[in-house]
């Protein structure tokens, strides 16, 4: 059984995240999108909102399981009996980051290999953080994120900036 996990935040989960999922989960028997708690980043919508947009995407998806974990991936991704993480690249200017991130997990475990996924040139310039300042400044999100969560973005969005 090949297992691949998708580490990441999700804050929100993006059309282009959809899109390396998908395209992952072919490559494998089991994908975890695993949702990193690190508790020095403050994400706009809790582990609870990130993990049902999740599961609203994904529903019905027999291979792709959601969860979420603390501490380092690679330790997770051991206990997870995984031999991979999946990464999405978008741009040039996503390397940097990636490799060190990459190269850190495989000194911390060489037995768990990073596996990068091109993003398709139709979600290349998509980000979480585009989402959020487009929602923060109440533009149009149409496209950046799955069509079956948009709304239900847009309404917490809404309540939370309210508050
Ligand atoms: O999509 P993101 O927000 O860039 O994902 C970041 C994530 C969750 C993959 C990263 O922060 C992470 O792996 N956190 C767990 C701690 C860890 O293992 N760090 C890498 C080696 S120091």
């Given at each position: 059984?090949k ?70 991936t ?7 009996k ?19 991130m ?6 911390l ?48 969005s ?6």
């Amino acid at each position: 059984m090949k297992i691949y996990i998708c580490p990441g935040s999700y804050d929100p989960v993006t059309s282009g995240h959809a899109d390396i999922i998908t395209r992952a989960a072919d490559h494998c028997d089991k994908l975890i999108i695993a949702l990193g708690e690190n508790s020095l980043k403050n994400t706009f919508f809790t582990l609870k909102e990130r993990i049902a947009f999740l599961k609203k995407v994904f529903n019905g998806n027999e291979k792709i399981e959601i969860e979420s974990y603390s501490g380092l991936t690679t330790e997770y991704a051991r206990i997870k009996k995984a031999t991979a993480l999946v990464r999405g690249l978008r741009a040039v200017s996503d390397f940097e980051y990636e490799y060190q991130m990459a190269m850190l997990n495989r000194k911390l475990n060489p037995d768990v290999e990073t596996l990068f996924f091109m993003a398709s040139p139709e979600y290349s310039y998509i980000s979480s953080g585009a989402v959020r300042e487009f929602l923060r400044n109440d533009a149009d999100i149409t496209g950046l994120v799955p069509e079956c969560i948009r709304e239900d973005i847009i309404a917490l969005s809404r309540k939370k900036m309210m508050k």
